[in-house]
């Protein structure tokens, strides 16, 4: 009777021991991500802060437009990303206007994003949802973050990009597109970070700063650099958004001109780095594409679609990930 009661109790001890190890494991993998850690973001002054309220600064990278680089928009690309580059975050561009983009075959384009959204999750990654257009398509935007709101709003990792970058349109107007998509998006999803862009491709936010949008919470303003064109009168206007409480969230950034080729000017590349960094602000660097351009990070189309060594990739590329890792 006695071994018996001791074997009883032996048997109890070792599922105990067992649920331990398995709660353990479980609050481990939990805790285990970026995301896990960070939780839901939100929006304290000019800073971007995690569900602790700490100020959070990501950085990551940007995939090329979907419609001419859909072979990265996989989950095999985006881990490789997490794990060898340590992104932390990632941006889905989905074109909108030219041929075979989002107007042309959204069916495309949507898989496209679902594909970068799940991968994304997947590996505990913060991921921009980027309309990636340069005109105005209100009904359009409408219906594609009402699709994305609806199947993804109860995901933290979700950041909501609503106009990437504006040409020849007014504040005025890019506002009252914005408070348009603002109010959709808000409608279904009420919490996750949304991105505003601003006329002049994203440098002109110093007209946002002097008329923002109000009645909403959790929304920032990108601003775009190219850092052989963009140089101090830029950071300047960025510095005067500041100081008029204007949350800022640099969604494309690179190292040459603005054309997206040239010579990478990395003396100004630096400053802007320090200043990044001096303002606790997040940044993506432009993209994940294999372009014959000094922007595009991948060598050419011989080059595979993750798993990269330092030979497929260009000098941005090499110099992006060397950032990135420290």
Not at 21 to 42: M, P, R, Y
Not at 182 to 189: G, N, Q
Not at 266 to 290: F, G, L, P, Y
Request: net charge negative; hydrophobic share 40%; with cysteine.
């Amino acid at each position: 009777m006695f071994s018996r009661i001791l074997y009883f109790i032996g048997a109890f001890c070792m599922l105990s021991f067992v649920t331990a190890c398995a709660e353990t494991q479980s609050t481990e993998n939990k805790i285990g991500t970026f995301v896990d850690k960070h939780g839901w973001l939100s929006v304290k002054g000019t800073s971007l802060v995690d569900e602790n309220g700490e100020i959070l600064v990501m950085k990551g990278v940007s995939l090329g437009w979907h419609n001419w680089w859909s072979q990265f928009y996989n989950e095999s690309t985006v881990t490789w990303l997490q794990n060898d580059w340590g992104c932390n975050l990632v941006r889905a561009a989905i074109g909108v206007e030219p041929n075979g983009a989002y107007i042309d075959n959204s069916v495309l384009a949507n898989n496209c994003l679902d594909n970068v959204i799940d991968a994304a999750i997947k590996n505990g990654m913060y991921v921009i949802i980027d309309w990636h257009s340069h005109n105005m398509r209100t009904e359009e935007a409408k219906a594609f973050f009402t699709r994305v709101a609806n199947k993804y709003k109860d995901y933290p990792n979700i950041i909501y990009e609503i106009f990437n970058e504006p040409e020849r349109i007014s504040w005025e107007e890019v506002k009252s597109y914005s408070e348009e998509l603002i109010k959709t998006i808000r409608a279904i999803d009420k919490k996750n970070i949304i991105l505003v862009g601003n006329p002049h491709w994203d440098q002109d936010i110093h007209l946002a700063a002097d008329n923002p949008i109000k009645g909403y919470d959790n929304i920032m303003y990108t601003l775009h650099f190219y850092a052989a064109t963009h140089k101090k009168d830029l950071r300047d206007r960025a510095d005067y958004a500041l100081k008029k409480g204007i949350p800022i969230f640099i969604s494309e950034c690179a190292g040459m001109e603005a054309t997206g080729d040239g010579t990478i000017d990395h003396q100004e590349w630096d400053t802007w780095v320090e200043w990044m960094a001096k303002n606790n602000i997040t940044w993506v660097a432009w993209s994940v594409s294999s372009k014959n351009e000094t922007c595009s990070m991948i060598k050419d189309n011989s080059s595979p679609i993750s798993n990269w060594t330092t030979n497929d990739l260009k000098e941005w590329g090499v110099l992006v990930k060397s950032l990135l890792k420290k």
